[in-house]
């Protein structure tokens, strides 16, 4: 799930960038791939990828 949710902060990101969007300093192109990163980090590690099977 986090990757997907990243997959959607990069695209975001690329197009304030590409559309050269004036945004204020909370929503610069940088500040959203930052949160990208760092949900692609989490998926990466393990957290937030669905729900766990019990045995």
């Excluded at 940088?30 to 099977?53: C, E, K």
Aim: charged fraction near 10%.
């Amino acid at each position: 799930m986090l990757g997907i949710v990243a997959a959607v902060l990069f695209f975001v990101s690329f197009l304030i960038n590409a559309a050269d969007i004036s945004t204020n300093d909370v929503f610069s192109s940088t500040n959203v791939m930052l949160l990208g990163l760092t949900a692609l980090a989490l998926h990466v590690a393990g957290i937030g990828n669905g729900w766990a099977r019990r045995r």
